[in-house]
């Protein structure tokens, strides 16, 4: 990945077909720059391929990702509206490492910047990896909980790009929009279907269905919501790095019986 991951799109491909992985999409934070390295690999190890973006939206005061699949990558607007949502993070960064040194960690944005590939995508997934290496805790998780989430210090609000926004760039350049992992966010039942409404109004095609951070419960509760509002489906691992992903590539079940992939839809952008 060239945003968060901890592996090159090299890496990941092999990995995804050592995995049994019939269809493959990297889709790193708010960047593609990965997407023609990915699809080189991918051809080379006789992989199915769809491009790939996870773009960080503000919705309802909190950040939703739109997952965006089989775009062209040399899309100009969606490569300046990427470029536009990218910036911003460095001034975040230093103000939650402001927020850090407030409650006795100092340095944590120089520590961070050691774990990030590509500066202008530091996250708070770099924060949260020097924060486990210098021993303040014990795992990622916990540093999300301690210092990194709404409410505690190292957290910095910031706004992403607008729904419409994401998922016009997704589409205009021959993808489809998808919103990522739904049971994550803390939305009220009447903001949730705020989001769903909106996204479909604005052209958004699916919805992930079975994803790593969804319980098979919300599996059908994401099922039952992608019919109503007559969405395709998705299926992700949101793999970032073999020490701190619970789910590897390849391992998910499939979508729940009777839903449309988002992948049968988008069957002529597969490379
Ligand atoms: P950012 O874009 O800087 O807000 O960081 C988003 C990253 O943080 C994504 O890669 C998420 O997967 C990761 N993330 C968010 N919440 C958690 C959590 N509770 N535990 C581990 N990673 C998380
Ligand atoms: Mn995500």
Redesign the pocket.
Known sequence: MV???TLTPEQLAARAKANGVELWALTD??EIGGQHRAAAAARALGLQFLTGV?I?VTFAGQ?V?IVGLGFDADDDALRNGLSQTRGG?RE??LEMAAGLAKVGIPGAYEGALHYVGNPE????????RYLVESGVCKE??E???KF??EGKPGFVP?R?ATLKDAVQWITQAGGMAVIAHPA?YKFTPNEEYALFTEFHAHGGAGVEVVTG?HTAAEYLVYADMAREFGLACSRGS?F?SPD?SHTDLGTLPYLPGGLTPVWELLAARIQ
């Open positions: 945003s968060d991951g934070h708010d996870e960080s950040t990702h993070r975040r960064a995508l530091i996250s708070r997934t770099h924060f949260a990622t998780n540093v999300f909980r990194l989430t910031h992403w994550r951070s949101d970032h701190e």
